[in-house]
């Protein structure tokens, strides 16, 4: 079945304008989801919003949004003023710069989303995309829309773009503010390891092969129950024995990775990899 969009934009560069259409590049179908229920009769229960000051239950009718601008102090705001707040939104996606592939750290990727080109854009569209194909460099842009102004990144995708809203640089953690105690390797225990990562190393990423185990096991209980059996926990796993001695441990992983046969050592002749994006935080 054919994606739907969801909005339309324009890509701008220069004087050049490309119409696109944005379609969700993702499905929100991995978690499960549980209702809250009245025990008694298994009606749903529904949500309710206290004044914390007189305890009382607040009808929306008589809700406003606030900003509290200090501590205990809001200024609120009316319907038309919040449409008002909306109107910078022009769902125009301005390039700013082009950058090389692999420059932007994936730490800044929050959202995917792919564009196709609008009704009279394929030409520039196609264009845009075989340029930055041939170029290998990517599209660093301003996207404006529903009152806010995003952060994205555009990147070719067959024959199609990826827009990845990115977070900015004020939303990302320091690398630094995680405490690491270095330790010197020994040049066997290096050899060990990279072996040991060789053994189970891929030639290319390939997402089929990971199911959502969590998923199925869940569905399949929540069949069980339907079916009226009933469903227990499953005995708590016992724990691996802990080994010490990481040379060890290394060995006894790479004998047990013999046993079960190695697959062919993967070649690095893929994509560039990843860097860290310019003047991120250390």
Request: net charge positive.
């Amino acid at each position: 079945m054919a994606a739907r969009s969801i909005a339309t934009a324009s890509i701008s560069f220069g004087l050049v304008t490309v119409p696109v259409r944005i379609y969700p590049a993702t499905r929100a179908s991995a978690g499960l989801s549980f209702h809250l229920l009245h025990e008694k009769d298994h009606a749903r229960l529904k949500q309710q919003y206290v004044c914390e000051k007189d305890g009382l239950v607040v009808p929306r009718s008589e809700m406003a949004k606030g900003y509290e601008f200090a501590k205990g102090r809001y200024v609120t705001f009316t319907n038309e003023e919040l449409k008002a707040l909306d109107q910078k939104a022009t769902n125009g996606i301005e390039i700013a710069e082009f950058v090389p592939e692999g420059s932007v750290d994936p730490v800044y990727f929050e959202r995917a989303y792919y564009l196709g080109p609008e009704k009279n854009g394929a030409k520039a569209f196609s264009l845009l995309r075989r340029a930055m194909t041939e170029t290998r460099l990517l599209a660093v842009a301003k996207y404006a829309a529903r009152g806010k102004d995003y952060l994205v990144l555009l990147r070719p995708a067959d024959e199609r773009l990826e827009m990845i809203q990115l977070y900015n640089e004020d939303e990302i953690r320091p690398a630094s503010e995680v405490p690491v105690e270095t330790r010197a390797s020994s040049p066997a225990e290096v050899k060990l390891a990279t072996r040991l990562i060789e053994s189970i190393a891929s030639e290319e990423f390939d997402p089929g092969k990971y199911g959502n185990e969590v998923r199925r096991r869940i569905q399949k209980l929540i069949q069980a129950k339907v079916q009226g059996k009933d469903i227990t926990a499953p005995e708590p796993q016992k724990r691996k024995a802990q080994v010490v001695d990481l040379m060890e441990a290394l060995q006894a992983s790479l004998a047990r990775k013999g046993k079960a046969g190695s697959p062919a050592r993967a070649t690095r002749t893929h994509a560039a990899p990843l860097q860290r994006v310019a003047g991120r935080k250390k």
